[in-house]
Every structure is written in C-alpha cells, then in structure tokens.
C-alpha cells in the first residue's frame, strides 16, 4: 500500500519523505480543507524533494461551484504546474446541486494531458457516489479522494469498498485515518491511502491577537468583498 501525505508547507512536505511517504499532495491552508499552494511554497517543494508531488487545485475555500472566473484560475494553475513538472493534479468542479460538472472537469483532465489527475473531496457531496464514480471513470479521472462520504473514512469503509469495486482507477480513503485504525483499511481492497500525521507545536509564548473569523469557516456561504461596503466607505472620506 501507498501512503499519500497531504502537505501543507515545506517542512510538511520535507517530513513526509523523510518518513518514508510514497507521494504528498501539496496544498495551503488545511483548516479549510486546503487550497492551491503559492508559486514559491511549489519551486521550493519541486526544488527539494524527490517523491512525486500532487498539487491540490482549489481557488477558494467554500463550495467547489465555481464561476467563469474562478474556472479560469484553475486552469492557469494547472497550466503552471504542468511547467514547473509537477507530478499529478488534484482537482475537480461540482454544479449547485452537487452533482459532478462532468464537462468541465473532463476540460481539466485534458489539460492535464499526461499528467495523473485525482478528484479531490467534492467527490464526498455528490448525492449518487456510484453514478458519480462511473462518470469519472468514463473522462479519464485515475484517482478519486474520499471519506466514503463520511466525515471519517473508518465509518466510510463499506462505501469505500464498493467505490473501489466499481473504479477502474484507484480510491484513496481519506479523513481521520491515523495508526490507531490504519490496519483496518489493509485488507487488500486499497491500494494507496491519504492522511496529513497533523500535529501542533507551540510557538508562540508571547502576546499574540489571533487573526482568525469563524464566519469564514461557514462551507456554504462565500466571503467576497462587497462593492457597496467600499462605496460607503469612500463616500465618507469625502464628507
């Protein structure tokens, strides 16, 4: 079996290959369930390591419904990572009712060309994951990350399975997964598994004002900086 850890900076990284990791998948910010890492946290990780590099493809945090705008970032991020040899793409696009945007991520697979493309968790909000696993199968998709649509993958395992029956590719179980339950997804159904051995270290000993909002961490609303807000605000300058 594979162990995919899911990076979420340098030192991260650097520490899964030196543990042994068999691929990471590279992305920012976990507490919102990651996003595309910036162009310098991607030239060191490339730079540095040997394992191969997955790259998460996320614009934003919040739903994986986007707009014309936000579908063009994504491909100008795979187009990047396709130059700096990247090693495979994590991606993926849902419609508002969360079933798969089949022609649209197909988009993204062509223009991964070669490269290995994995279907990130949206996969876990789509309301027929066997459906769903067929369709992806169908336009090329060779990995499809999930918890079993579950929000661990031990109470995901039996969906898991049957993913995994129906897939031609490979399903990697995500979510929870730790050495306490690791054995009970090595029973030979699964190939490669995905988890981050997140711990925390305390740095800071000083005063600190923390910069977190929990409005931001709401999956179903977007923030988006509001033109009215700013209008007022401007006006009250010139009062």
């Not at 990284?13 to 991607?42: D, F, H, K, Q, W």
């Not at 969360?98 to 996969?123: C, G, N, S, W, Y």
């Not at 898991?160 to 995500?174: K, V």
């Amino acid at each position: 079996m594979e162990i995919e850890i899911c990076a979420n900076s340098y030192q991260s990284a650097l520490n899964a290959e030196n543990a042994g990791a068999n691929r990471i998948e590279l992305c920012s910010e976990l507490a919102i369930g990651g996003v595309t890492p910036s162009y310098g946290l991607l030239k060191q990780v490339l730079s540095k390591l040997s394992i191969p590099v997955y790259v998460l493809i996320r614009p934003r945090s919040g739903d994986f419904c986007y707009s014309d705008d936000d579908f063009e970032i994504i491909k100008q991020d795979i187009n990047l990572c396709k130059k700096l040899q990247c090693d495979g793409i994590v991606s993926g696009v849902l419609h508002q009712d969360m079933t798969i945007d089949i022609q649209r991520t197909k988009e993204l697979v062509a223009l991964a060309d070669t490269l290995p493309f994995t279907f990130h968790r949206a996969f876990d909000s789509v309301p027929n994951p066997l459906q769903a696993v067929q369709q992806l199968d169908e336009i090329g998709v060779e990995r499809i990350l999930t918890s079993g649509q579950q929000s661990n993958a031990i109470d995901g395992l039996p969906l898991l399975r049957e993913l995994q029956e129906n897939f031609s590719g490979i399903i990697i179980p995500a979510s929870g997964i730790n050495p306490e339950n690791m054995k009970q997804f090595i029973d030979g159904t699964f190939k490669e598994i995905h988890f981050s051995a997140s711990t925390q270290e305390k740095r800071i000993t000083t005063n600190f004002l923390p910069l977190n909002s929990a409005k931001h961490f709401d999956e179903t609303h977007q923030t988006y900086t509001d033109q009215t807000i700013i209008k007022q605000m401007i006006s009250l300058i010139h009062e």
